[in-house]
Every structure is written in structure tokens, then in C-alpha cells.
């Protein structure tokens, strides 16, 4: 039986397998992820606000206040949930360390948000004022309550990690969710958002509430979609998930933002309303989806002009869209899943989307952003305007801001809260998930003290070391998490008593079960060695071609734009195992001959490369930090 404890985590389900454990509880202290998130506080952060006020997407709430919309405003008609965003990255952020500054920014955009509000709680900028459509009129396309599910998560964070606080923002979201539930209600407009989010903020909201209703109208969401209850768009019902019940689904398909956050608001309403049906066939859409539609990197969505899941196994590397909304997301989806059953690969494939999309998503220096995702860029294209607004997913390199951003403060909500996402407790002990160095301090289930530091230099080597600070005082299960890559990983136990054992891990997770004493060591070893991997040849785009990984990142071949070679005459040797050296992998490659023929197809052509030599590859999520460039992750084989 879990505690009643509610730790500062963004979800925290009443029921389940595991417990997450919140940024109250872990702190990540250095390395990969460290960096990553003062680069976040320091950077992103900062920026995500000096656009949102230079764009005006904040200013049409005072436009709102005033009452002079729909004159000036600005954005298109989701800009609201990129202020949200930004609220509740800045919730993580401040509930992981004070910032008065950022304190100061939070609060000054909650006000003036509260000023939009209607006396009901209606709250958007871009409906229901005279020479606006009105309310709920265009429920495909308008984003209105997709908007308002990311206000609940804002106030879902802020909540969790200042409870009780007086900026007012848990009351904004509330009297909104009270509006949804009386207009969309049982007997209400028998219809969806075009755009499904707000089914897991409602979810959330009623967790952090206990208001049952907010979860009644989530689960009415997920139960009226696939009706039919929405016009068909261009693209058919399955863009919007209206093709079918939920409950009838297979696979993910359709868009692949609104898959995923639909996915995770119903593994929500599945958990907390003890629907085991439910939950079996979102497992079962997990392992397919994963199986036959998700790149190598984790990203997801191979369709362009729809932003989808194209079939199964396709997967072309030079047209992956593969969304970074898309990837945070599919994270969302998939923690909830682990949270609720304890298994099944879904902290592997966290890791894998972390490390090779949300890391690729933002600049080194946190001020510039990829939309998408591409695993094959053929031409360097231009560089993006520094002091304007690109296109969405057509930069040629990370864009500082775009004309749809709902990536920026998706990568700062992630990062702010990812903390989060790294362990779990339950009635036997604690879990590592995800590794980074940090520090532990909680109480399992029956109130017994735990703490707990892991040191690591992950993904540059698989050492993870744990030190036991604190124990229960009786017998409990530490869990390391053992990727499926990692074949012949060994976990060590020292003693703080001098004893040591040492054994080889064949499964999914690590464990050693033990009275454990303050000072006792627990090493797991990750073998780190870069491997060739082939795709199933069913992926006939890349049929031919191999990648290069090494723990859980991907490699990719990149040349700086006026180079004289070409990477699509780029060819590698199996015969010879990759190499790793000063933080890059080294294969052993030559080129195909150049030339221009004028009918491109014929008679084999000749693949006889040049003499061999030495290419080094770096991980794909620092492609593009250096400059414009042509990449590929798919190699042909020689």
C-alpha cells in the first residue's frame, strides 16, 4: 500500500505499481542532465518569456483585460498554451530551486492572465468576444480546451511545488474545469477537442483537486472520441483519433502529438478508474507503435503535411517529421505505462527519446530549437533569422523562436521537471529508471528512511555508482534498470563492512536486496561499446544501411556545408567493428565514385569505394551545433 504522501512530480497516480518520486525527493547534481537544466534555468527559460512578450502572445491578455480584442491580437489560435507552458516549466523550475527573478516573471503572467478571465471562467484570447467565433464553435481546429489542458498542468506544477500559494493560479485552472465539466458535462455538447490534451490535465487537476468530476469529464473525452463527433478533416478522422473507439485501437496513428497526449490522459483515466480493459489495450497500441513506427532515435511521426504516424514500417530517414512535441509526449505516455504496470521497456524507450530527440531539440547554449527531427539532411539550407520567427519544421538549423512554438516550452517543462522521471518506490524498495548523478532522500511505503547518492559520467561511460546514505533499517530491493542494449552488464555490491560480490545481469533490472548499511556501495557496469545496428528489412528505406550506437545514443556522419565530399556517397564496413575515441565513434568507411549521368537509372552502377578510411561519427543530438551541414544516421553498407 503507497503512502498519501504527494511528492512534487508531474504525475502522481493514486493507484499503480510504482510511485513516482518527486523534485522534493531527487536532485540531479552534475553531469549530462545537470548541464542541461542550468542551461534551461539560465537560458531557456529567459528567452521562452522575452519571446512570448516580443511576439505579443502574453500581450493578448491585456488586449483581453482591456476588452479591446480581437484588435492586435496576435499569434495563432493556440498561442495561449505556450504562455501555460511556459507557467509550468517555470513551476519545475522554481519548485527545483528559488529564483526571485523568475518568481517575479511567473507572477506577473499569472495576473495578467487572470485579467482574461470570464466571470464563468471561460479563458482564450482567440473566441468568444464580438468579431471573434464564439465559444466552442470550431472545436477541430480552435484548440480551446487543448489550451486550457495545458493551464491545468501549469497549475497542476505550481500546486505541487508551492502548495498553497497565493499567485492564485490553481483557482484560475479550477473555475475553468468547472466550465469544461458543465459544458461538456453528461448531458453537455457531446463532443471533443480536436486537439486531445486537456484530457490529461483534467486527469491531473482532479488528482491535485480530489474534485472527481474533472476525472468524470476526462474519462467522457476519451469515451466519446472515435464517434465520429467531430467534421472530418482533409487528412481523415484518424488525424484527430476520431476514427475509432479507443478502446478498438491497435497502433498509434494520426498526429502524433495528439496520439500521445490522448494515449497518456487515458492510461490516466484507466489507472485511476480501475479500468483493466483499458489499460491492456494501450499496452497493447504501446508495443505495436514502438515495433513498426518509431524511428531509431525514438522520434515519431514520418508524415510531413500531417505531422503523423505514417504505416507501419514507414520510416524514411530524410522525411522523419518525428515532432519534438511528439517525443515529449510519447515520454509522457510511457511513464505512465511504467508507473502503472512496473515494465515492459518504457524507461528504455524514455531514455532513447531523451537522449536523442529532447537533447537535439535545444542548443547546447538553450536559446535555439529544432521542430523536427529529421534523421537525413541532404542540403546545409540557410541559416535561420536570429531576430525573427521561422517557419515551423523547416529551419535549416535550431530557430530561436518559431511561428508555431509549442517545442520551446515543451523542452523547458521537460527539462524543469525531469527529476521527476528518474526513480520510483514501492512496498519492496526503490528504482532507478534513468541515470544521472543525484541525490535521493525519501521514505518507502511503510515509512522506513532512504538515501541515497548515484555518481555517473553516463552516457560517456555505464558506471553508475549508488552510495547508501541512509538505509531502512530491515532488508530492501535496490532496482537498476538494465537497457536492453546492454548485454553482459554486471552490478556489484561492496559491503561497508569489506564484503564484496560481484554477479553478471541477464535480465531487464539489477537488484540486490539486503539490510543495507550507510556506506554500502552498489555498482552497476554498463558495457559501452559501439555496435552496428540493422533495421527490420521491412523498413525498406533504410534497407541496405546500418546506424551506430553506443549506450543510448545514436551516431550519425555529419560534414560542414562547402565540403568537397558527399555524404550520399558516404559508404561504411561492417567487416570492421566501430570504435570509440575522444567522445566520437570511428568507422572505417570510403567514398562511391562521383559523376552525373543523365538518366539516374540503368545497369548497376559502380559501387567500388574509394580506399578506406577512418570516419568519425559524433551523437546525433549535437548535429547542427557547429554551423549549416549535411547528416545521416543511415549509412549504406560497402
Not at 34 to 52: D, E, G, K, S, V
Not at 249 to 267: D, E, K, M, P, S
Not at 280 to 288: G, Y
Not at 418 to 441: E, K, N, R, V, Y
Amino acid at each position: 500500500m503507497l503512502t498519501t504522501r504527494v511528492p512534487a512530480t508531474p504525475v502522481h497516480p493514486s493507484t499503480g505499481r510504482l510511485r513516482p518520486l518527486g523534485l522534493d525527493e531527487v536532485r540531479i547534481t552534475g553531469g549530462f542532465w545537470a548541464r542541461r537544466q542550468r542551461t534551461n534555468a539560465a537560458a531557456t527559460l529567459p528567452h521562452i518569456a522575452h519571446w512570448l512578450e516580443r511576439e505579443g502572445w502574453i500581450g493578448n491578455y491585456d488586449l483581453a483585460a482591456a476588452g479591446t480584442l480581437p484588435e492586435g491580437r496576435r499569434g495563432r489560435e493556440f498561442a495561449d498554451s505556450e504562455i501555460y507552458k511556459f507557467l509550468e516549466a517555470a513551476a519545475w523550475e522554481l519548485g527545483r530551486r528559488p529564483d526571485p527573478a523568475l518568481e517575479a516573471t511567473f507572477r506577473g503572467f499569472v495576473a495578467r492572465v487572470a485579467a482574461a478571465q470570464a466571470p464563468d471562467g471561460y479563458l482564450s484570447t482567440a473566441f468568444g468576444r464580438p468579431g471573434q467565433q464564439p465559444r466552442w464553435s470550431d472545436l477541430v481546429w480552435g484548440h480551446e480546451l487543448y489550451c486550457l489542458g495545458h493551464l491545468f498542468q501549469a497549475a497542476v506544477a505550481r500546486e505541487r511545488t508551492a502548495p498553497g500559494a497565493d499567485d492564485g493560479l490553481l483557482g484560475i485552472a479550477r473555475r475553468a474545469a468547472d466550465l469544461v465539466c458543465e459544458v461538456f458535462g453528461e448531458h453537455g455538447i457531446q463532443s471533443v477537442c480536436g486537439h486531445a490534451e486537456v484530457e490529461v490535465g483534467l486527469a491531473e487537476l482532479s488528482r491535485v483537486t480530489g474534485e472527481q468530476r474533472y476525472l468524470r469529464q476526462a474519462r467522457l473525452f476519451i469515451e466519446r472520441r472515435g464517434h465520429h463527433v467531430l467534421p472530418e478533416p482533409e487528412w481523415g478522422r484518424a488525424y484527430l483519433q476520431d476514427d475509432l473507439p479507443i478502446r478498438e485501437a491497435t497502433v498509434q496513428r494520426g498526429h502524433a502529438v495528439r496520439a500521445n497526449y490522448l494515449a497518456a490522459g487515458a492510461v490516466d483515466v484507466a489507472v485511476e478508474t480501475g479500468d483493466a480493459e483499458l489499460l491492456a489495450t494501450l499496452r497493447r497500441v504501446w508495443d505495436r507503435t514502438i515495433a513498426r513506427r518509431t524511428y531509431l532515435t525514438g522520434g515519431q511521426g514520418s508524415h510531413f503535411q500531417d505531422e503523423a504516424f505514417g504505416e507501419d514500417w514507414e520510416l524514411p530517414p530524410d522525411r522523419a517529421y518525428s515532432e519534438t512535441c511528439a517525443s515529449i509526449a510519447s515520454i509522457m505516455f510511457s511513464w505512465r505505462l511504467l508507473l502503472a504496470t512496473g515494465g515492459g521497456g518504457y524507461a528504455d524507450l524514455i531514455e532513447r527519446t531523451l537522449f536523442n530527440v529532447v537533447a537535439a531539440a535545444v542548443s547546447r547554449e538553450g536559446d535555439r530549437f529544432f521542430y523536427t527531427n529529421t534523421l537525413h539532411r541532404r542540403a546545409p539550407g540557410e541559416m535561420p533569422d536570429p531576430d525573427a520567427p521561422s517557419p515551423r519544421a523547416f529551419s535549416s538549423l535550431r530557430a530561436p523562436w518559431f511561428e508555431v512554438s509549442c517545442c520551446p516550452p515543451n523542452i523547458a517543462r521537460t527539462l524543469a521537471s525531469l527529476a521527476g522521471f528518474l526513480a520510483t518506490i514501492d512496498d519492496g524498495g526503490l528504482q532507478l529508471h534513468q541515470f544521472a548523478s543525484c541525490s535521493i532522500s525519501t521514505t518507502l511505503p511503510d515509512g522506513a528512511p532512504v538515501a541515497i547518492d548515484v555518481e555517473t559520467a553516463y552516457p560517456d561511460n555505464g558506471t553508475v555508482t549508488v552510495r547508501i546514505r541512509e538505509s531502512a533499517g530491515r532488508p530492501w530491493t535496490l532496482g537498476l534498470r538494465v537497457p536492453a542494449w546492454a548485454r553482459g552488464a554486471t552490478l556489484t555490491h561492496r559491503g561497508a563492512d569489506g564484503g564484496t560480490t560481484t554477479v553478471a545481469v541477464t535480465g531487464a533490472t539489477a537488484q540486490v536486496t539486503a539490510p543495507f548499511a550507510a556506506g554500502d556501495v552498489v555498482e552497476l557496469d554498463l558495457p559501452m561499446a559501439p555496435a552496428f545496428l540493422h533495421a527490420d528489412p521491412r523498413v525498406d528505406a533504410v534497407r541496405g544501411c546500418v546506424a551506430v550506437q553506443r549506450g543510448p545514443l545514436v551516431y550519425c556522419a555529419e560534414l560542414p556545408a562547402g565540403s568537397a565530399e558527399d555524404l550520399d556517397r558516404l559508404v561504411v564496413s561492417t567487416a570492421t567493428p566501430p570504435r570509440y575515441a575522444d567522445g566520437r565513434v570511428v568507422v572505417s568507411a570510403g567514398w562511391l565514385p562521383a559523376g552525373e549521368a543523365p538518366w539516374p537509372y540503368g545497369g548497376a552502377p559502380d559501387r567500388t569505394p574509394s580506399t578506406a578510411e577512418q570516419v568519425s561519427l559524433i551523437p546525433y543530438h549535437d548535429w547542427g551545433q557547429a554551423g549549416l551541414c549535411t547528416m545521416r544516421v543511415w549509412l549504406p553498407e560497402a
